[in-house]
């Protein structure tokens, strides 16, 4: 039975976020609609950059976006603004 459509959206807007937090969430998410990190290795990388310190200090923001719509599923990774990681892909 495929998923309902859905829109999910974490955003941080500090640096005390854990990449492994992010991934953990990642996780449920994609086993809701019957997929896995497995199936996206460059998810982990992509979490791991949009979490990293800055060299130039202050606060930094990363956002996480699920989008699950018409069989697809879209992930977007940003951080301060600017994407991190894109990708869509069918929900089987």
């Not at 854990?18 to 969430?25: E, I, Q, R």
């Not at 990642?26 to 460059?42: I, N, R, W, Y």
């Amino acid at each position: 039975m495929p998923a309902h459509d859905f829109y999910f959206a974490l955003e941080f807007s500090s640096q005390g976020v854990a990449a492994s937090l992010l991934g953990d969430l990642a996780a449920q998410v994609l086993t809701h609609v019957g997929s896995s990190t497995a199936d996206l290795p460059e998810l982990a990388d992509a979490l791991e950059k949009a979490v990293a310190k800055g060299g130039f200090g202050g606060e930094r923001r990363c956002d996480v976006q699920f989008r699950a719509a018409n069989g697809a599923l879209e992930i977007l990774v940003s951080a301060n603004g600017g994407r991190v990681w894109q990708t869509t892909r069918p929900i089987p």
